[in-house]
């Protein structure tokens, strides 16, 4: 069978320490659907239907194809306890998960190899590892919750291939998500207390700007809205949350 690895390493500047421990509190709890993370597991199929379309897109594949990600390398930035990774593998990529808190690299671990599947994890800084670079880059409502964002994105960046693709989602700074996504989510129970910090969201514009700064160029940007008939589901509508692709400019 198997085996997902786990590595050391150190952290740094885009590392916020009271962030890193808040997640890493929640850490066995991440699988449970109905648990802590049971937001991120309604949120996750999203997402990959989104990222499907873009590899299939990006690469020219065969959209029926299984494995779309064969032969390629995938970096999971912020990758928690391995909900976005365990699908890339199974897409067929050869995974690599970095996060903040060393206790959520070690259950993604547990599972991956409890599922059967060879995903590289590693807690600490992304600038630290001296990992190369990737076709793919995901980074999954991650931005919010780092110290530096430029020097965040200037990592992703270089971790990127000519040619590669990056997909990323974050919420939007406007009053519905503070709203919705920081009171609302709170005080029912969907998200742990103290999860979102609604000053540090960034708007389409503002992260337009910071990728442009980073060398990176957002080729498609979509919203991920709710209602009570489609839950969530991916739309123009971006006053909640947002996902999109950036190549190398």
């Known amino acids: 069978m198997p085996d997902a690895t786990v590595t050391s390493a150190t952290s740094s500047a885009t590392i916020r320490p009271e962030e890193a421990e808040h997640f890493g509190k929640l850490a066995r709890d991440w699988w449970d659907p109905k648990g802590s993370s049971a937001m991120l597991h309604?949120?996750?199929?999203?997402?990959?239907?989104?990222?499907?379309?873009?590899?299939?897109?990006?690469?020219a594949g065969d959209?029926?194809?299984v494995k779309?990600?064969?032969?390629?390398t995938a970096l999971d930035v912020g990758c928690g306890a391995g909900l976005l990774c365990e699908p890339l593998a199974r897409m067929g990529a050869e995974v690599t998960g970095v996060d903040a808190a060393p206790e959520n690299t070690a259950v993604a671990a547990?599972?991956?190899e409890g599922s059967g599947l060879d995903i590289r994890y590693i807690p600490g800084e992304l600038g630290s590892l001296g990992l190369g670079q990737f076709?793919?880059?995901?980074?999954?409502?991650?931005i919010e919750h780092v110290a530096d964002k430029s020097a965040f994105l200037a990592e992703l960046a270089a971790h990127l291939?000519?040619?590669?693709?990056?997909?990323?989602?974050?919420p939007?700074?406007?009053?519905?998500?503070k709203a919705l996504l920081v009171e609302g989510a709170e005080a029912l129970g969907m998200v742990p207390k103290g999860t979102h910090h609604w000053e540090d969201f960034v708007t389409p514009r503002e992260l337009t700007d910071l990728l442009a700064a980073a060398g990176l160029e957002a080729t498609r940007i979509k919203g991920i809205a709710f209602s009570p008939l489609k839950g969530l589901h991916v739309s123009d509508d971006m006053a909640l949350n947002y996902i999109f692709i950036a190549r190398l400019a």
């Open 161 to 170: 291939a000519a040619d590669g693709l990056l997909v990323m989602s974050t």
């Open 42 to 59: 309604k949120l996750n199929p999203v997402r990959l239907g989104f990222l499907r379309e873009c590899v299939d897109m990006h690469w």
């Open 172 to 177: 939007n700074r406007t009053l519905a998500s």
């Open 68 to 72: 779309p990600l064969a032969g390629k």
């Open 135 to 142: 076709d793919l880059v995901t980074c999954m409502e991650v």
């Open 63 to 65: 959209v029926e194809r």
């Open 110 to 112: 547990l599972h991956a």
